[in-house]
Nanobody
Framework: EVQLVESGGGLVQAGGSLRLSCAVSVSFDDDAIGWFRQVPGKEREGISAIRVRPGVTYYADSVKGRFTISSDNAKRTVYLHMTSLKPEDTAVYYC???????????????????????WGQGTQVTVSA
């Protein structure tokens, strides 16, 4: 079974930066790895994803230009580098792994949680004003 472990969360002031890590227990060259976040009472929101082998990345409008996703295949780790953090970025952040399949002529939303089969336990990010 695929296991994912997030780390790097914490408390940071608005305008600051954090780097989250997602360690994956198996090779993920052909997969998609996504980052999601959730606050109590709200749906889990997809914020970034990477289709590892082609290196294609995806970002939600809410984080575009501030967050950067990257992968280190040798370490089986995906990173989310977050800059210019805002109080509204406060959430539990999860990473997830899915098959990353793209079919000809079919749009695939890699920020949709339905594209992912395995999830980490989450890491808390708190941004103070």
């Amino acid at each position: 079974e695929v296991q994912l472990v997030e780390s790097g969360g914490g408390l940071v002031q608005a305008g600051g930066s954090l780097r989250l890590s997602c360690a994956v227990s198996v090779s993920f060259d052909d997969d998609a790895i996504g980052w999601f976040r959730q606050v109590p009472g709200k749906e889990r929101e997809g914020i970034s994803a990477i289709r590892v082998r082609p290196g294609v990345t995806y970002y939600a409008d809410s984080v575009k230009g501030r967050f950067t996703i990257s992968s280190d295949n040798a370490k089986r780790t995906v990173y989310l580098h977050m800059t210019s953090l805002k109080p509204e970025d406060t959430a539990v952040y999860y990473c997830a792994a899915g098959p990353g399949l793209v079919l000809d002529g079919v749009y695939t939303d890699f920020l949709n949680r339905d594209e992912y089969d395995y999830w980490g336990q989450g890491t808390q990010v708190t941004v103070s004003a």
